[in-house]
């Protein structure tokens, strides 16, 4: 079984629409992380969570809402995208907020926006 | 793109051939920096770490060196094979920071 999984693998949609990204990971982990790889894959922090708690908030514009139900799971909600929002979104989890614990990365969700 | 991609620094090497690769961190505050490889389409996934109170560490076919003195940390690989080609990432940890990742070199293993 895949240690992080993402949901979609592909996201291709229109400017102004909502989009959602789901995240799981399987690990027994208590923090989970969203990175956006941009296209010079230079990978930027932009949440963390521990335990469901909102731990790290970069610099993101607010149309990026971050859910996570239970400490298993990180969802990414998009509202009104734009085309600088087209990039490679990471799902990541650690044992604990240490940030020296290793970071297991999930596959990537490849968001076009058009 | 992958296009832009390919503006990444890239190392070209034979295969069997020994790599390395440098990266530069920018903070002397850092305590743990670990090295991560990206496969084309997948996610970045932890090859091997070290602690500032360390300056060599080696794991199987790679090793890291880390000077302080000069902020640089490299990833050696041993006997480079194709499967090694990927894009490879260091990342430094400031104490009570998060965990910030360099740019990335990609390593293109030629037959």
């Known amino acids: 079984d895949t240690a992080v999984s993402q949901t979609p693998k592909y996201l291709v949609t229109q400017m102004g629409n909502d989009k959602s990204i789901k995240c799981e990971q399987n690990l027994g982990h208590d923090t989970m992380y969203w990175y956006k790889q941009d296209s010079k894959k230079f990978l930027k922090i932009m949440f963390s969570y521990n335990n469901k708690e909102l731990i790290i908030n970069e610099t993101v514009p607010n149309r990026f809402s971050p859910k996570s139900p239970d400490k298993a799971h990180l969802n990414l909600h998009i509202n009104s995208l734009e085309l600088g929002d087209s990039a490679v979104y990471f799902c990541?989890?650690?044992?604990?907020?240490?940030?020296?614990?290793?970071?297991?990365f999930g596959p990537g969700t490849r968001l076009t926006v058009l | 793109g992958e296009s832009v991609g390919l503006h990444l620094p890239t190392l070209s090497v034979q295969e069997g051939d020994n790599s390395i690769i440098n990266c530069a961190y920018s903070?002397?505050?850092?305590?743990?920096f670990i090295w991560y490889k990206q496969e084309s389409g997948k996610g970045p996934q932890f090859i091997i770490d070290?602690?500032?109170?360390?300056d060599k560490r080696q794991g199987q076919r790679v090793t890291v060196l880390l000077n302080k003195t000069v902020k640089h940390l490299s990833l050696q690989i041993a006997a480079t094979q194709p499967g090694d080609s990927a894009v490879y990432f260091c990342?430094?940890?400031?104490?009570?920071?998060?965990?910030?990742f360099g740019g990335g070199t990609r390593v293109l293993v030629k037959p």
């Open positions: 070290i602690r500032s109170n360390m």
């Open positions: 990541a989890s650690s044992m604990t907020s240490g940030s020296s614990d290793t970071q297991y």
């Open positions: 990342a430094e940890n400031i104490p009570g920071n998060k965990l910030t």
């Open positions: 903070n002397s505050a850092s305590d743990y």
